[in-house]
């Protein structure tokens, strides 16, 4: 069982910076792949950002050239750092990752948190 905590979330003026992060409960190693997702009221959760073991990073097009995505060894977080914020930004962030056992693969999910950009 994997479990994923979030924080860092809040309201920002447009144009403005957040951090998220999100706390691991296991080793980077025994994952496949972690990351972020959004979901905005009414749309469907959407992929932020994501890191695949051995270091490769995807990016929604909407964000690329203003969000990175990070991990810290020390700490066992993944971050999300969220620059030049739009108010379409706003949704509610959820932490994820996967692992791959016995063949099949397993979804984790942290319990979101809110991101509310104000124009």
């Known amino acids: 069982q994997v479990r994923l905590v979030e924080s860092g979330g809040g309201v920002v003026q447009s144009g403005g910076s957040l951090r998220l992060s999100c706390a691991v409960s296991v080793s980077f190693h025994s994952l496949n792949a972690m990351g972020w997702y959004r979901q905005a009221p009414g749309k469907e959760r959407e992929l932020v950002a994501k890191?695949?073991?051995?270091?490769?990073?995807n990016y929604a097009d909407s964000v690329k050239g203003r969000f990175t995505i990070s991990r810290d060894d020390f700490k066992n977080t993944v971050n999300l750092q969220m620059n030049t914020l739009k108010p379409e930004d706003t949704a509610v962030y959820y932490c994820?990752?996967?692992?791959?056992?016995?063949?099949?693969?397993?979804?984790?999910w942290g319990q979101g948190t809110q991101v509310t950009v104000s124009s």
């Open positions: 890191m695949i073991e051995g270091g490769n990073t």
């Open positions: 994820y990752a996967d692992q791959l056992y016995s063949g099949s693969a397993y979804d984790f």
